[in-house]
């Protein structure tokens, strides 16, 4: 059973331009979570997804951000005109069961965002 | 004050050592408590799970939670080389919530 997969592990993006990052949850897991994780920070949720639902979207920049979980297909996080700032290590973990929900999450290997 | 308060360290212990993790919280309503392992540019491993106040044991690895103090520990026994990492302390308010709450992490090595 693979674990969550994310794609690409490193993305460079200039300013101005759109980073998309991928997360593919463990076989069997309908819950999605995005936390990111600035350098020498802890990570930071950012937001929850079930298919075709934003649970609580509550971490997320109000601005730029967007994050989606289609029917079929990985769960995609968008960031729209990226700055510096951007820059960080995204992960996505997932989890089986809204009960036990992100006691029981799974995390990625991340992607790691460098703007320049 | 943050949430969740975690020394960063960095530790270097020597091989064999006991190894002594800490946070503290600041919620009351935090419920569910978690040690994760990260390698370095890796993901977050989860290691240990507990509820509530007292001791979980499992290996070399014992996670111990006093909710009246609302501090949590990770103790490593006989330390190892391979324990070298960053020791991040997570919490949520129920096992349900959709949200975890991190320390920023501890970076401990372990010298051979």
């Known amino acids: 059973n693979a674990g969550v997969m994310q794609n690409p592990r490193h993305l460079v993006r200039r300013r101005g331009q759109e980073a998309r990052l991928r997360c593919s949850p463990m076989k069997g897991h309908s819950h999605v979570y995005w936390y990111r994780q600035l350098p020498e920070e802890g990570l930071k949720f950012m937001v929850y997804l079930q298919k075709e639902n934003i649970i609580d979207e509550s971490g997320m920049p109000k601005e730029r951000f967007s994050a989606e979980f289609p029917k079929e297909g990985p769960s995609i996080l968008r960031i729209q005109q990226v700055v510096r700032g951007d820059s960080a290590a995204y992960f996505c973990?997932?989890?089986?069961?809204?009960?036990?929900?992100?006691?029981?999450?799974?995390f990625g290997q991340g992607t790691r965002l460098t703007v320049v | 004050q943050k949430e969740v308060e975690q020394d960063p360290g960095p530790l270097s212990v020597p091989e064999g050592a006991i190894v002594s993790l800490n946070c503290t919280y600041s919620n009351s309503a935090f419920q569910y408590f978690m040690w994760y392992r990260q390698y370095s540019r890796k993901g977050p491993e989860l290691l240990m799970y507990?509820?509530?106040?007292g001791n979980k044991e499992d290996g070399r690895f014992t996670a111990q939670v006093d909710k009246s103090s609302k501090y949590i520990s990770l103790f490593i026994r006989d330390s190892q080389p391979s324990d070298s990492a960053t020791y991040l302390c997570a919490t949520t308010t129920q096992g349900g919530s959709e949200k975890l709450v991190f320390g920023k992490g501890t970076k401990l090595t372990v010298n051979p």
């Open positions: 973990a997932s989890s089986p069961r809204r009960d036990r929900g992100a006691t029981e999450a799974f």
């Open positions: 507990t509820y509530s106040s």
